[in-house]
């Protein structure tokens, strides 16, 4: 292997051979692993109820089975009609959604329905938001807590476009991390731990990624961990100017994390965004520019971050902007440290199609001379689209061209950046009413140069 790539997971085998687990993540190996019954590739097929569903878990599992059973086509990532004439379900269900084929049929083509063994996970979304620490006081709040999975993060997992597996690879280090600690192996013997780190630049999606990741592991696993909440701390706050309080602050935190780890059927995810300000706080204490307080806070965190790392069904999650070693003495134990660049030409004229898409959706984006609102085709099938233009509606092809055009001039631009593009590009247009897709692709153009223009060196 050469140097890691960006987005590579600084892992030790990334070529290795994958193990398909048994939490519905696909197997990526070419040659069929005789583990499996049958050969079968497990394909996770989450299942999302209705708010006002009360039906028992097992009973929807069995009869989406049952449904998947009666059908006998490929399988590809993507929403399954629920079938009208069932009434259980369709009273019941509310999304019925095929996961992580991308993958396999990147390597194979296609998946067929005899070559699938359907793993069904259903849940219902949490709708009650964010819940806020008050402290009452006027102090910044220390965490934000939620019900996972929950409403707000429902779709941010399949919004996020990456390249060469990142996602997928997350998805599985966190998936086998709790399968070591479900199966009791012993750490002395296997070491492995439940930290992540992301780090690349700002506005690349690492802290969206975090999130979404709980949301998917809480979904994946919640069979075995029917309750999951996910702990967002607010490290700057606790820094705040109320030093004296800070380890109070702390403590307290730390001692809600530890009451729900204790409890057995709970999985509870800490999140800690931006570490780099924890090593900055430490940095400026010991040089005499902040209180010495601050060493106190960011060691009480440290402390019990790592007497929470020993509870088997915590995953700490932690962000950083910098790239380069951070001087943490808990980071340089994460075992799961992926690098999140930029988007590449492919992810960038996904993020915009999928933006593309949504103008077009909702009709913002309109004037289709056949009345039919076009589907722009992904990436994969581009090339092909754009070798046959005999065969392609000339209006779709031409904003095939000019998304990739688009996609090109954003070279160096964020994921954040790229999706407040096509807003600009809007506010930008001269009458956004009804407005014209090429038109505004133009618009579109400019405004990513314009954009590119104002980057720092
Ligand atoms: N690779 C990506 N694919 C899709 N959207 C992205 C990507 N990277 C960033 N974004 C968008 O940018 C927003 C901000 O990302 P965020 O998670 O705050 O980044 P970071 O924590 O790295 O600064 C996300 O909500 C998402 O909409
Ligand atoms: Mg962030």
Known sequence: MSAPSPMEISLQNPQDTEIPDQNGVIAVDSAPSPSLPQDKVLVSV????KPSSTARIDDVRSAVERMLEKRSLSYTDGPVPVPPDDQF?????????ICDTDEWVQNHEILLFWQV??????????????????????????FNEWILPAKEFDGMWESLIYESGLKQRLLRYAASALLFTEKGVNPF?????????????????KTSLCKALAQKLSIRFNSRY????????????????WFS???????????KIQEMVEEENNLVFVLIDEVESLAAARKAALSGSEPSDSIRVVNALLTQLDKLKSAPNVIILTTSNITAAIDIAFVDRAD???YVGPPTLQARYEILRSCLQELIRTGILSNFENCESPMLPNYGSLKEKLNMPEVQDAR???????LLETAEACEGLSGRSLRKLPFLGHAALASPYGCDPSKFLSTMIYTARRERSELPD
Do not use: Y
């Open 226 to 241: 029917p309750q999951c909440q996910l702990i967002e701390v607010n490290a700057h706050s606790l820094f705040s100017k």
């Open 336 to 338: 799961i440290k992926a």
């Open 117 to 142: 063994k359907p793993v069904v996970h259903v849940f219902q979304l949490s709708e009650e938001g964010a819940c806020e620490d008050v402290s009452g006081d006027g102090q910044p709040s220390t």
């Open 46 to 49: 989450e299942v999302s109820l």
């Open 189 to 205: 013997l296997v070491s492995w731990n439940r930290i992540v780190l992301l780090h690349g630049p700002p506005g690349t999606g």
């Open 245 to 255: 309080e800070s380890g109070k602050l702390v403590a307290k935190l730390f001692q």
């Open 89 to 97: 379900l369709t009273e019941n269900v509310q999304r019925i959604c």
């Open 396 to 402: 779709t092809l031409h904003m095939c061209k000019q």
